[in-house]
């Protein structure tokens, strides 16, 4: 160490929790088991519709961390570049459109180049350069302890000393030292089975402990888990997000990435120079938090509840006047089959032509329905003004009832 800082790599160990109990091998053997079932009864197109929105919602939590609170109908505006006249709430909007286009990104990245080292120093610039091109001028100067400003370059990890809480992270200068040892140490491409879900959480901590960057270390690391997720196939096709629970359990979070920061405490906390049971700890809080997300939306899709809270919607606003009964049987089909021909709509509903593109068309236009052309088929819509009723308590309970 120099001043504080650590400069070697030496000093970052273990890489990896020792568990003799076995404990984080069955939480791991959960989360795949339980990753690997979520999306099996959900049609392939209604399954791409709703992870667009967790991917909203994933921006949302993963901002809300950091202290940033963007309501979800002014994510929904962003993405339709409806952006508030507002200063201060233009920049969270922006913020919160680069996390969702940086994870689409993300994912299309992994899908068209499979040897991609999603842990390699140039895959996290890449993530950190094209977030922070995406946002807004004022979220790229930071203010340094000493009172001075320093402006945040993307891509670029940072040339100065930081102070994390009580972390002081390693020196500027060995970085890249730091970083390829993560490389090695977390590549999914090199660590199988068990050990790649393990990884995943141990790689968490590792990367906020680097703090490679001046700003944006929290998002960029999350990102990493999501691509380390998607790279490892327990993604659950990008049904669930980490960072839900993490929000939610923010303190724990914080709390348990600082004590996996602490240096070993004597000869039965392991052999590396941190905290053994530091690493343990955090581990076995983060798949237990991926575990209680899974759970989460594996119960929000069930086919019978999903069913039951679209009828729910409807019959609501047919006591308002706002929608026809026969919309509640097509909006269940077209959630079952994923998309329906505009031709087979009439016999379904059991109205005229007409009548039904009445129907189709008062759909539409509320967003409960989605098209990508005045003719082709119909999807089912998850507007944020729906998302409370669809899928409770995807948003804090305060927020869902603002959404109406």
């Not at 053994?276 to 899974?294: E, R, S, V």
Request: hydrophobic fraction near 35%.
């Amino acid at each position: 160490m120099e001043d504080g800082f650590y400069t070697k790599i030496s000093e970052m160990e273990p890489m990896m929790p020792t568990d003799p109990a076995g404990e984080l091998d069955d939480l791991a053997i959960d989360v795949i088991r339980k990753s690997a079932g979520i999306s099996a009864a959900v049609h392939p197109v209604t399954r791409r519709r709703v992870v667009e929105l967790v991917r909203r919602m994933n921006s949302y939590y993963s901002n809300l961390i950091e202290g940033h609170n963007t309501h979800p109908v002014d994510i929904d505006r962003a993405m339709r570049e409806d952006f508030s006249k507002d200063p201060a709430k233009r920049a969270k909007q922006l913020e919160s459109k680069a996390h969702i286009e940086v994870q689409k990104l993300i994912e299309a990245h992994i899908e068209a180049t499979p040897g991609t080292v999603i842990t390699s120093k140039s895959f996290l610039c890449w993530i950190h350069k094209e977030f922070y091109e995406r946002m807004p001028e004022e979220y790229l100067v930071v203010q340094r302890a000493d009172g001075k400003t320093e402006k945040v370059i993307p891509g670029k990890t940072r040339g100065s000393e930081v102070k994390v809480g009580r972390h002081m992270p390693p020196k500027s200068e060995y970085l890249c030292t730091f970083m390829n040892r993560f490389e090695e140490a977390y590549d999914p491409q090199k660590l199988k089975g068990l050990s790649q879900v393990i990884g995943a959480a141990a790689s968490h901590h590792r990367l906020a402990w680097i703090h490679p960057f001046l700003d944006g270390n929290g998002r960029v690391t999350r990102l990493m888990t999501h691509a380390y997720l998607k790279k490892a196939k327990i993604d659950g096709h990008g049904l669930w997000t980490v960072s839900r629970g993490f929000a939610r359990h923010r303190d724990e979070y914080l709390a348990s990435l600082a004590g996996a920061d602490q240096p070993r405490r004597g000869d039965l906390d392991g052999r590396g120079n941190l905290t053994q049971a530091g690493l343990l700890g955090f581990c076995k809080f983060f798949l237990k938090t991926a575990i209680d997300q899974i759970d989460f939306m594996s119960g929000l899709l069930d086919l019978d509840g999903m069913q039951k809270r679209i009828q729910a919607v409807v019959d609501r606003q047919v006591s308002f006047g706002e929608l026809k009964p026969e919309a509640g049987h097509l909006l269940r089909d077209v959630f079952l089959r994923g998309e329906i021909p505009r031709g087979e709509i009439p016999n379904i509903i059991g109205m005229p032509e007409r009548s039904a593109r009445r129907v189709v068309s008062s759909l539409l236009e509320k967003g409960y329905l989605v098209s990508s052309s005045e003719k082709g088929p119909i999807m089912l819509g998850f507007p944020a003004s729906l998302v409370g009723y669809y899928f409770p308590r995807l948003y804090p309970e305060g927020v869902e009832a603002s959404l109406d």
